[in-house]
């Protein structure tokens, strides 16, 4: 799939939630945006990325695959750090970011299931970009909460 590039509209977009986790239509987007996130040396991504206005983003660390659908952050730490950040929409720019150490979130699975991850480092700032995805935000917006 090809990647939506900033300053596409759709990247601008609340994205809409999941009806139905566990159809087929989902879960065949869910393959196609891990052989395009693997495809482009990604991290994180984020449906809207790929022109889908829906609520799935996905995280691969470390070869360990987390599928967020609807993930919705339920708390996040007082303590922030800052670090360079890349988005895959935004090709070769590095801005430096400040994100929160570490985040919980609940969101469903792949399979459906109800999930609550506890992230903290590279994960947790992959998790805080690519929800920012799916409300609109993208990492030229955050660069000015840093001052």
């Known amino acids: 799939m090809k990647i939506v590039e900033y300053p596409n509209e759709i990247l601008r977009k609340i994205s809409e939630e999941i009806k139905d986790p566990t159809s087929v239509e989902i879960k065949q987007l ?3 945006m891990i052989q ?3 495809s ?3 991290l994180g991504l984020a449906a809207p990325q790929i022109g889908k206005n829906l609520r799935i983003c996905i995280i691969e660390i470390e070869n360990e695959l987390f599928v967020l659908i609807n993930p919705e952050i339920k708390t996040l730490s007082k303590e922030k750090i800052p670090s360079e950040e890349g ?7 590095f801005l430096n970011i400040q994100r929160h150490k570490r985040v919980k979130v609940k969101a469903t699975d792949l399979n459906g299931k ?3 991850i506890r992230a903290r480092g590279l994960l947790a700032r992959a998790i805080q970009h690519e929800i920012d995805h799916l409300n609109g935000v993208l990492i030229v917006d955050r660069v000015n909460e840093n001052r």
């Open 30 to 32: 869910i393959l196609d």
């Open 36 to 38: 395009t996130l693997r």
């Open 40 to 42: 482009n040396n990604g």
């Open 87 to 93: 988005c895959l929409s935004i090709p070769n720019k």
């Open 114 to 116: 109800k999930q609550i």
